[in-house]
């Protein structure tokens, strides 16, 4: 699968949810988008002049607002027809993401910060603050870093150049040290598993625990056993080697023999696995490599989404799952040592919630958690998946059009008539016909927005989604296509996806936060803004 925009998606996710501990790497919290110029980011976070406040009630807006046409963008409400094909819904009403994806969910759509009238941590002269919804420095920059908590309560972890506090919005500190570190720590890997789930496809949903979960691997005279959380050794050592955490009442190990094998939680083997190059349990399924490498998801956040993970209603984080092929000869096999997928296929991607996309001898079909073909191998190349609808894009390679499919069903949901697809938010995608450019409501089939195919509509963010023509032309709509303002004076030079109603804009060179009516809430004079 290749490599685009709506890994922005994913990628305003996992910069929405990491933090400057996370890049040093979402419960109930909240996460933030940051939009720093890197290409692993499109986090904004926005620093304040000190004792500076803006507000919209005393500044320019630079945007225009409209409700119909704007150059290159028209919006067209009605029945989906697309040249000589009309575009039917392909949403079933009854379909429901995991529950995994839908609890990440909630906490990518927490706007507890924004509730408690805090909007934004900024950064100024290397120091970093907090401002407010109505614009004003809450917390002048002063730390070298800042941190909002993971459960939204309107506090921060900060550093300082002696130690890391836990502060209050005014500063007052509420704890520092060593137990704050362990706190911050906390949060911290709880975003790492977050940013796991929404960049590999495949949501932990196995919700069965065993003793064994808690064991951790120790070496006695150069011999690997296990002990358990209170430290008393419940497998004792005699392994060469451990290869893998315990999972799902499954590790990994080297036994005195020299062989790879899988253990149970008594320390009983179970099977032989094919090669020590091996990762543990998810879901049932191990993934095996018959070389040692990674997959690489590159470029792959990319979710610019609001999410990026667009953020529907929030954030909507699993659109855009696509990575591309590395090269790694993977496969997969179940808690029996059963080989579900073979490594020797050509080409085998990463495992997803559904399954994944297998290659052989040239034709590239889509294979159930079972092994199964839902999708027959043909002459396809693979698009975009959107892991929250079960949708994968197929592009014909006979006629070098795309096509949907349903990843539950296998069943196609949309013919091959398309130049290129995208998904921009849970219910709307980005189809390319021709000299056009449709916004399409994948719940009705009706076309709700028509743009020229050089423009770009990016991944919505809540309610909203930029769209332009590289770094110029900017306009804001929202999901009903409606064209709510146009950037005619050619004042922004970056975006990224909306977030709880706010967006961090980028206008000669510096960073503010605009509402949706396209009105500064903070002037742009920030180096960096991370919208909360």
């Known amino acids: 699968m290749k490599l685009n925009k709506k890994s922005l998606l994913v990628a305003c996710v996992l910069a929405a949810m990491s933090t ?11 996460t933030t988008v940051t939009n720093q110029d890197t290409k692993t980011s499109t986090s904004t976070r926005v620093t304040s002049e000190k004792h500076t406040t803006a507000t919209s009630s005393t500044s320019v807006s ?23 094909y009309v575009a039917v819904p392909i949403l079933s009403a009854q379909h429901q993401p995991p529950a995994a994806l839908k609890s990440i969910q909630a906490v990518i759509d927490n706007d507890n910060f924004i509730k ?28 070298l870093d800042i941190d909002p908590s993971l459960s939204a309560d309107g506090t921060y972890y900060a550093y300082t150049k002696k130690t890391l506090e836990h502060i209050n919005i005014d500063g007052s500190v509420i704890s520092s040290g060593v137990d704050t ?31 064994s979960d808690s064991y951790t691997a120790v070496s006695v005279k150069n011999k690997w056993g296990f002990v358990d959380a209170s430290n008393k050794t419940v497998i004792e050592p005699q392994f060469k080697e451990v290869y893998t955490k315990f999972s799902e009442d499954r590790a990994f190990v080297k036994s005195a023999k020299g062989k790879t094998i899988a253990i149970d939680g008594s320390g009983n083997p179970i099977f032989e696995a094919p090669t020590d190059d091996i990762d543990e349990f998810k ?55 059963n080989i579900i997928i073979d490594s020797k296929n050509d080409a085998v991607w990463p495992m997803t919630s559904y399954g994944t996309l297998v290659k052989n001898q040239g034709k590239l079909g889509f294979m159930n958690r079972k092994g199964e073909y839902i999708i027959q191998p043909s002459n396809y ?102 064209v709510l ?48």
Do not use: C
């Open 20 to 30: 400057s501990a996370f890049a040093a790497t979402t419960s109930t919290s909240s």
């Open 62 to 84: 630079t945007m225009e607002k409209s409700t119909a046409k704007s150059s290159g963008v028209s919006v067209s409400v009605g029945a989906g027809r697309v040249g000589d």
């Open 116 to 143: 408690l009238g805090q909007l934004a941590t900024v950064k100024q002269k290397g120091k970093w603050g907090v401002v407010g919804t109505d614009g004003k420095v809450l917390l002048e920059p002063q730390y």
């Open 181 to 211: 570190y362990g706190e911050h720590d906390k949060d911290i890997l709880a975003r790492r598993e977050m940013a796991k789930n929404l960049s590999n496809g495949d949501v932990k949903i196995n919700s069965i625990s065993y003793p």
């Open 283 to 337: 879901n049932g399924l191990a993934e095996y490599r018959r070389h040692i490498s990674k997959f690489n998801l590159g470029g792959f956040l990319s979710m610019a989404v609001g999410i990026g993970l667009s953020s529907q209603g929030g954030i909507y984080y699993g659109d855009a799952w696509n990575p591309v092929y590395d090269g790694v000869k993977r496969g997969y096999l179940d808690r029996s040592g």
């Open 381 to 482: 190349d693979a698009g975009e998946m959107d892991t929250i609808n079960a949708l994968l894009v197929l592009i014909n390679k006979d006629n070098g059009k795309a096509g949907i499919f349903n990843l539950e069903t296998g069943k196609q949901v949309n013919p091959f008539v398309y130049d290129s697809i995208s998904f921009v938010s849970a219910t709307r995608m980005v189809a390319t016909k021709g000299e056009s450019k449709y916004l399409i409501d994948m719940q009705s089939g009706n076309i709700v927005f028509t743009t020229n195919k050089d423009m770009t509509i990016d991944v919505f963010g809540g309610a909203y989604a930029w769209v332009h023509k590289g770094s110029n032309d900017y306009q804001l709509i929202d999901d009903s296509g409606k």
């Open 485 to 532: 303002f146009h950037d005619k004076n050619k004042l922004i030079s970056k975006t990224v996806p909306f977030r709880h109603g706010y967006g961090a804009v980028k206008s000669n060179g510096k960073w503010g936060v605009m509402n949706s009516n396209g009105e500064w809430v903070v002037q742009p004079m920030y180096d960096v803004v991370n919208v909360l």
